[in-house]
């Protein structure tokens, strides 16, 4: 892709939708040519504030825009189908997580994008958290020696998608992509999930073997705030060393074993992008379009959406029979190796 500059289209003018309309128009490498949203007051009104074209019909946007790229960002369950029908109009897209509700339905978005040899990608921008990204050059240079045990918690409030797994699949799929990035392919999972709020399973606790051996544990709720401190908390520890990610953003910690000493980051007192979280989706689109232009696959391919869910329902199941249920390493074919 070679194009100096990109035309591109935002399918959804929600909170997110907006945010992806605001990260595209701001860079210099793109042209923000349509704002797609069901609800026509909703996509003038944020076609006006980023100076786009508005549409309420997905269809009529591609005949008359013919956009280079697309992002899609809607409501959670209703993703299926503007992703499926861009990638059955061969254009090359970047969806919201999660990918889906049902592994069918995931698989028919690959395999149709597969054939067409599309690129195709997801928003797991956690992993471009500056706090991640050192956890994870922590890793990778061995300065925590082999992993022992890694800990994942990530609590907020209700969410409006009606699914009583909703936590499990819209949010917590964060979490099980966070956990197989840093560590490697879970193997079996366990499960407890409660319904004491009586808004479907929403607060989850997952306990999980690695393949390398290693364990880990995942705790998820809607039954809690965004306001309460250290809402999120991510924690890898191995045998030379620790590293601790606080709210996402907001602080990285490592340390070595048996020392008192701690190695700490957080964002300058100048630096606004990196403790802003809604800015991590920057950061993820820089390698998003760059790979596009090169002819590259995804940084992070919509196959890690697949994987999330196969884990989720991995989790489901094992809470339904009230045993430990083996996950297969099951690698979607990528986009390129399909072609």
Known sequence: ????????????????????????????????????????RAAERRAREFRARPYVDLHDMLRAEKPDFASV?????????????????????????????????????????ARRALFFAIDFNHRYARPVMLAREAIRSGRLGDLVFATWRFGGEHSATEH?????????????????????????????MTEMTGRGLTTIVLSLKFASGAVGSLVGSYDSSYQY???????????????????????????????????????????????????????????VLAAFRRDEEPPVHASAGRRALALAFAAIQAYESGRRTMIPPEPHPSTKSAA
């Open 1 to 40: 892709m070679a194009k100096s500059t990109l035309r591109v289209a935002v399918i959804g003018a929600g909170r997110w939708g907006g945010e992806h309309a605001r990260a595209f128009s701001e860079r210099q490498d793109v042209e923000l040519c349509a704002l797609v949203d069901i609800d026509p």
């Open 73 to 113: 960002a809607v409501s959670n369950m209703a993703q299926f189908s503007p992703t499926l029908e861009l990638i059955r109009a061969g254009v090359p897209l970047l969806v919201e997580k999660p990918l889906a509700f049902s592994l069918d339905d995931a698989d028919v978005l690959l395999d149709e994008a």
């Open 164 to 192: 009583p797994h909703a936590n499990l699949i819209e949010t917590q799929c964060h979490g099980l992509d966070m956990l197989e990035y840093l560590c490697g392919p879970i193997e079996s999972v366990a499960a407890e």
């Open 229 to 287: 401190s250290n809402v999120h908390l991510l924690e890898v520890n191995g045998t030379d060393g620790h590293v601790l990610v606080e709210d996402t953003v907001r602080r990285f910690t490592y340390q070595r074993k048996g020392s008192e000493h701690r190695e700490v980051w957080e964002a300058g007192y100048f630096n606004d992008v990196d403790r802003a979280f809604r800015r991590i989706l920057d950061s993820h689109l820089d390698a």
